[in-house]
């Protein structure tokens, strides 16, 4: 069976200095990779450290119920401001050397950690180093399956399958673009060439081992995490996690911060970037929980008032029966479905007795109205910050490279292109 035929140069006439008119040949627009080609590369993409990245990624790995922010200080005040709880801080810094410090002979069995194998993915390491810690994080069957399959493993045999899992690597490289790929494939065979070359020679002291991963690399992540009572630092460079100490009866972050603090200010010192990032309970699940509890409340106190009298609707100041039921709930539109409300059993509910009058439950009521309001007011705002989010990632897994060549290559079989570039180079 014959084969797809390549594609042909376009012919292109176009004047030259002299007068004469020459003919320029140009190879069509590269096409953007697909979904096949990204599935059976054998690299890893490198993604930016951008929180509405890292937080698609844990949605589409499986993980529920978690979101990565930015970090912007790390005193007591800017940390309240952050969703709680904070689950895990990934620490992006330019890499100047790792600090091995000391190390555990073996890794502790409570403590999930794997090491990196691979260039480009040291931030799904440090992501999967964390969420793996979380007590009854909600991980989606692979995940699951995945962290049950490796828990009686070493941290490099955990790196070993986790740079084999295909559904890790095809979220990872669901950012990937041909000139990507291309680029990192041309990168891996001249380091393949090196390495060759540097293996006839006679063998000295020493040798590029796995902190050569990083050292290749401009920027690196590590990963802060507190696990039961412990704290420790998961770098999938080290060979095995390293304990920073107890944070029992104490916030964690407070231990950990002065450390990060004192990073930091080397990094400022030396001119150097760095990023902060948290693992955070997701805020859309917050305050929809919040939510529940409100309308369950809600129903609380109109059943209460039901038994008080029946004509207390007249004192409402509601005259839309819609608005009414909508502020009972259910409502699927924000998420919030009649079994959540029945099952609600929040402490914020409180009971109410005989001894409740009818002012009281009614003014009582209006407080959670109005409790409400706010509520759904947070949650519009944060469900637009999602969408937001959503759209950036969308963008930035777009491939614009085949219609920038394309417009390039129109511009310059017109003599645009030519134009422009004299003009320009003369203009000095």
Not at 316 to 338: L, N, Y
Not at 353 to 375: C, F, H, N, P
Request: charged share 25%; aromatic share 8%.
């Amino acid at each position: 069976m014959e084969g797809p035929r390549p594609k042909r140069q376009r012919k292109v006439t176009q004047p030259d200095p002299s007068g004469c008119r020459r003919q320029v040949h140009y190879s069509p627009p590269y096409q953007a990779a697909t979904e096949e080609e990204k599935q059976n590369w054998k690299g890893f993409c490198e993604i930016e450290s951008d929180p509405a990245f890292f937080s698609s990624m844990l949605r589409d790995f499986g993980v529920k119920g978690v979101k990565v922010t930015e970090v912007l200080g790390l005193d007591e005040d800017m940390l309240q401001l952050l969703p709680q709880p904070i689950y895990g801080l990934i620490f992006l810094f330019q890499y100047q050397g790792v600090d091995a410090g000391e190390q555990e002979d073996t890794a502790p069995n409570h403590v999930w950690f794997a090491t990196q194998g691979a260039a480009n993915m040291c931030a799904t390491v440090a992501l999967l180093n964390i969420v793996n810690n979380i007590p009854d994080a909600e991980l989606g069957p692979e995940l699951r399956d995945f962290k049950a399959q490796t828990m009686g493993m070493t941290p490099i045999e955990r790196g070993r399958w986790l740079e084999s899992f295909r559904h890790i690597k095809n979220v990872h490289n669901s950012f990937a673009r041909k000139i990507d790929m291309l680029n990192i494939d041309l990168h891996a065979k001249q380091q393949a060439d090196v390495a060759a070359a540097a293996a006839k020679k006679p063998r000295g002291r020493g040798g590029k081992g796995r902190k050569a991963v990083a050292e290749e690399a401009a920027f690196h992540f590590v990963a802060y995490v507190p696990i039961e009572n412990e704290i420790w630092r998961l770098d999938g460079l080290d060979t095995q996690p390293q304990k920073f100490g107890s944070h029992e009866g104490q916030n964690w972050l407070k231990v950990i911060a002065p450390v990060l603090a004192a990073r930091m200010n080397e990094f400022t010192d030396g001119e150097l970037e760095f990023t902060l990032l948290a693992l955070v309970k997701d805020p859309l699940d917050s305050i929809r929980e919040a939510l529940t509890a409100n309308m369950r409340h809600l129903r609380t106190i109109e059943a209460r008032l039901d038994s008080c009298s029946s004509s207390w609707k007249d004192f409402t100041p509601w005259t839309d029966p819609d608005e009414s039921r909508s502020f009972r709930g259910p409502d699927e539109a924000i998420g919030i479905t009649e079994a959540m409300v029945v099952a609600c059993r929040s402490p914020s509910v409180p009971e109410y007795t005989a001894t409740d009058t009818q002012a009281s439950l009614l003014e009582g009521r209006m407080t959670v109205i109005a409790e409400q309001k706010s509520l759904r007011a947070q949650l519009r705002d944060e469900m637009f910050s999602r969408n937001q989010d959503d759209q950036k990632t969308v963008d930035r897994k777009a491939e614009y490279g085949p219609f920038i060549q394309g417009w390039l290559m129109a511009l310059a079989e017109n003599g645009v292109l030519q134009q422009l570039t004299k003009k320009y180079s003369t203009k000095k």
